[in-house]
């Protein structure tokens, strides 16, 4: 991201996120935060998740998959098991060191809300 705003010669941005996207901003905070104005990040926290439940699914998807012969699919299961080889650590910066105006929030249907 910031070899993007780098690019476009942005000085400094407001960051917006849902998941994965929320996950990126949380990044910029902890690597970039003298570019970052304020974030708006949903569907996510910066707590750690275990996503043992996901690899597990993929495995079982992936035996399946070898049982029928390996049909062809439109993405690597080998690639996506990779993908997926350990748990996310958490965002790479805490709570009390988020120095700019930050908006998080999930749904009660949200996967993180807690």
């Known amino acids: 991201m910031i070899a993007v705003i780098d690019d476009l010669k942005i000085a400094s941005v407001h ?5 994965m ?5 949380f990044s910029m905070l902890a690597y970039a935060s003298d570019r970052i104005l304020s974030v708006a990040a949903g569907g996510a ?7 043992s439940w996901v690899r597990d699914l993929v495995k079982q998807g992936l035996m399946e998959w070898e ?3 390996r049909p062809e699919v439109p993405i690597s299961p080998v690639g996506l098991l ?3 080889n350990a748990d996310e650590v ?6 009390d060191e988020i120095a700019v105006p930050t908006l998080m929030y999930s749904g009660t249907l949200d996967l993180h809300y807690e």
């Open 15 to 19: 960051l917006a996120g849902y998941s």
């Open 21 to 25: 996207g929320a996950a990126m901003c």
């Open 45 to 51: 926290h910066l707590k750690p998740k275990d996503l």
């Open 67 to 69: 049982a029928a012969g």
């Open 82 to 84: 990779a993908i997926l």
């Open 90 to 95: 958490g965002a790479p910066i805490k709570p």
